[in-house]
């Protein structure tokens, strides 16, 4: 479990793995849930329609600026659904054409906490999404749960269990040496980061409040010295690693069918949750 401040200092021991449980998107390098689906021409045309609404809706709200966040972190999010560039681009257009006719945006971010029953025990979820009908999206989740042995709560119910913070990847690459460690380390430190979390080989994950996270992206591009830096505004954390639970072969493949549900519905972006 990590510490809530990171010590300042240049080992590698002071960084842990994480309490980040999530799935969507095929780009969580954490997730102990491994999805069996497969790469279906369908699956992957629903990841980049919400991807597309994403960056357009984004697009929208901040005219088409890059330098905004919100849509930085949804281009991010496009590119590790591999969304092609010109359909990026596309977004893009649609969202600074319909800010440029005055449209106001029909879109907005849902947030749905749940409780999903396995034979291993209750699973905790955190369900976000982008929808332009609440009540439709609301009545799909609620369908789900209700059909699945789960329970639908109110907004906010698993606060005790999930933390909302940003989350920044850095790639590690294989020319990096424990001196490019050190550097990001002492750079996110410096920007206001809370976590720092690596498995080893793989990326480094950098959690930070929203309020800091402008000024630790800030940070760690200083100089170019880190490429490939990916972000979200929002993600949920397990606060405690005695809050996971842990599900045998039967509890898993059903949870992972009730999860492949979930991420088949239009609006739902994301889906958070405890199991590991």
């Not at 999010?77 to 969202?95: S, Y």
């Not at 789900?144 to 850095?170: C, H, M, Q, Y």
């Amino acid at each position: 479990m990590f510490n809530r401040l990171i010590p300042r200092c240049v080992s590698l021991k002071c960084v842990s793995s994480t309490n980040y449980v999530r799935t969507f998107a095929g780009h969580n390098k954490w997730s102990k849930i491994k999805r069996k689906k497969g790469v279906k021409d369908n699956a992957r045309a629903a990841r980049w329609g919400k991807a597309s609404k994403a960056i357009e809706n984004a697009s929208r709200a901040c005219g088409g600026d890059k330098t905004h966040l919100s849509l930085q972190a949804a281009i991010s999010a496009a590119k590790n659904v591999q969304l092609p560039k010109e359909k990026i681009n596309d977004a893009l257009e649609r969202g600074i054409k319909s800010k440029n006719l005055e449209e106001s945006s029909s879109y907005e971010t849902m947030r749905y906490d749940g409780m999903i029953q396995t034979s291993s025990g209750k699973v905790a979820t955190v369900i976000t999404a982008l929808t332009d009908n609440r009540n439709r999206t609301a009545a799909n989740v609620r369908a789900i749960f209700r059909k699945n042995g789960g329970e639908l709560l109110p907004t906010g119910a698993n606060d005790w269990i999930f933390e909302n913070l940003s989350v920044i990847n850095v790639p590690r690459t294989s020319e990096w040496g424990e001196s490019e460690d050190e550097i990001l380390i002492e750079r996110a430190l410096q920007g206001g980061a809370i976590d720092i979390a690596s498995d080893g080989d793989n990326d480094f994950m950098v959690k930070c409040d929203l309020s800091d996270l402008k000024d630790v992206l800030q940070s760690l591009n200083r100089d170019n010295t880190f490429s490939g830096v990916s972000f979200e505004l929002s993600a949920f954390f397990v606060r405690d690693r005695e809050m996971l639970i842990s599900l045998d072969d039967e509890s898993s493949n059903f949870f992972g069918n009730v999860l492949d549900k979930f991420d088949e519905d239009e609006d739902i972006e994301n889906i958070f949750h405890n199991a590991s």
